[in-house]
């Protein structure tokens, strides 16, 4: 069992920046790759970002390339989402998931999810 909790979530500016953390118990944290998901309201959730499991790979969705940093601290069971440059499109619940994969768009591959941080970007 794993257990995730996401933070760092909260109302912002579109151009400013938020740091989403996501903070894992329950399994050692370096044995799995890490994503981060997001779900605007009334659309399915989309895949973000995502990284492997020593932190060496990443993989980020088109949409948030170049503005997001997925990145973690596998000696404080820690992941992270640097967000910059927000965009009021990026408005959605985040949610952060393991998989046992070395890091996967794929949403099917990830076992554990948290319960979500909301993230709101005004114009």
């Known amino acids: 069992q794993v257990q995730l909790v996401e933070s760092g979530g909260g109302l912002v500016q579109a151009g400013g920046s938020l740091r989403l953390s996501c903070a894992a118990s329950?399994?050692?944290?370096?044995?799995?790759?890490m994503g981060w998901f997001r779900q605007a309201p009334g659309k399915e959730r989309e895949f973000a970002a995502t990284?492997?499991?020593?932190?060496?790979?990443?993989y980020y969705a088109d949409s948030v390339k170049g503005r997001f940093t997925i990145s973690r601290d596998n000696a404080k069971n820690t992941l992270y989402l640097q967000m910059n440059s927000l965009k009021v499109e990026d408005t959605a619940v985040y949610y952060c998931?393991?998989?046992?994969?070395?890091?996967?768009?794929?949403?099917?591959?990830?076992?554990?999810w948290g319960q979500g941080t909301q993230v709101t970007v005004s114009s």
């Open positions: 329950g399994r050692t944290f370096s044995t799995y790759g």
């Open positions: 998931a393991t998989t046992p994969w070395n890091g996967s768009s794929d949403d099917s591959r990830y076992d554990y």
């Open positions: 990284i492997s499991r020593r932190g060496f790979s990443t």
